[in-house]
């Protein structure tokens, strides 16, 4: 039996990477994508981080989650986050989509807003982007750019801030942002 060496400094790099993305709420699937450790090792780690064990369940499958008008607005920020993080600076891969993720949480905080997107629902549009399945199309009102479907026509794309739909907001929650305030920050 030959026995895999293996970098002590690459070690650490894949434990604090997993710990990284456990901290920000990863499910245990995208630890397992974006590592190269076991399992169990990651199981532990999760515990370790998170205090509880990790949620079960299938990884967000679907694309039309992202389409719904508040997603649709957080997932546009988060994507515009993350293409200028990867055009002007040298991260890349998870690390732009962890420090992309960061500034997203920033920005909500900043402007008093509900975080809508997880980081597990941001990497799954990073996966859903690199795929294909969506892209970012200009707005013809704003100029803004918001995720969209591949395959629909953008010609004479509006987004959801410049046409409100007119249920928009009218959750069970109090809103913390009418379209107004989510307009200025998304074109901020």
């Known amino acids: 039996m030959v026995a895999r060496s293996r970098s002590v400094l690459s070690d650490a790099g894949q434990v604090q990477l997993a710990a990284e993305l456990a901290g920000l709420g990863a499910r245990l699937q995208v630890l397992e994508t974006e590592t190269d450790l076991s399992r169990e090792r990651l199981l532990r780690l999760y515990k370790e981080v998170r205090g509880v064990s990790p949620p079960k369940g299938m990884l967000p499958f679907s694309t039309d989650w992202f389409m719904s008008w508040m ?45 809508v997107l997880s980081f597990t629902r941001a990497w799954s549009l990073l996966r859903f982007v ?38 928009a907001g009218k959750t069970r929650k109090s809103p913390t942002a009418s379209a107004a305030e989510l307009e200025a920050v998304a074109v901020s």
Do not use: W
Not at 78 to 105: C, D, E, K, P, V
Not at 132 to 147: D, S
């Open 71 to 115: 997603p649709n607005i957080h997932s546009s920020i988060f994507i515009n986050i993350y293409n200028y993080l990867l055009s002007h600076t040298a991260s890349g891969g998870i690390r732009a989509a962890l420090l992309a993720y960061r500034l997203y949480l920033e920005h909500v905080e900043v402007h008093g807003l509900e975080r």
């Open 130 to 167: 690199e795929g294909k399945l969506l892209k970012t199309a200009p707005c013809r009102k704003c100029g803004g750019h918001y995720v969209v479907h591949s395959m629909d026509l953008h010609q004479n794309y509006v987004c959801g801030l410049c046409h409100v739909p007119s249920r």
